[in-house]
C-alpha cells in the first residue's frame, strides 16, 4: 500500500509540471501570434513603407540621389558630387 501511494504522489507531481509547462508555452505562444499579427500590415500593424522608424532617413523607396542628398547631405553618395 505504502508503494501506490507513492506511485500516485510522483505521477501526481509529474502531472502537475506537465500541465504547468503547458500554460507557459501556451501563454508564450499566444504572446508570438499577437506580436507577429500586431507587425503584419494584414492585421493592422505597420508597413515597411510607413512613417519612419528610429534610424531611418525618412526616405521612400523611390527617391533618387538628388532627394537622398538633400534629406542627408553627408552621406557617402553625395560627398564630392
Same mark, same amino acid.
Given at each position: 500500500?505504502?508503494?501506490?501511494?507513492i506511485?500516485?504522489y510522483v505521477?501526481?507531481s509529474?502531472?502537475s509540471?506537465?500541465?504547468l509547462a503547458m500554460?507557459?508555452y501556451?501563454?508564450?505562444?499566444?504572446?508570438d501570434l499577437r *506580436?507577429?499579427?500586431?507587425? +503584419? #500590415?494584414?492585421?493592422?500593424?505597420?508597413?515597411?513603407f510607413s512613417?519612419p522608424?528610429a534610424?531611418?532617413?525618412g526616405l521612400?523607396v523611390?527617391?533618387n540621389y538628388? *532627394?537622398?542628398c538633400?534629406? +542627408? #547631405?553627408?552621406?557617402?553618395?553625395?560627398v564630392?558630387g
Open positions: 500500500m505504502h508503494a501506490l501511494r506511485t500516485t505521477l501526481t509529474l502531472a509540471l506537465v500541465f500554460v507557459v501556451g501563454y508564450l505562444a499566444v504572446q *506580436n507577429s499579427l500586431q507587425s +503584419n #500590415p494584414l492585421f493592422g500593424g505597420a508597413s515597411s512613417a522608424g534610424g531611418d532617413t521612400d523611390g527617391d538628388a *532627394n537622398l538633400s534629406a +542627408n #547631405p553627408g552621406a557617402p553618395e553625395c564630392g
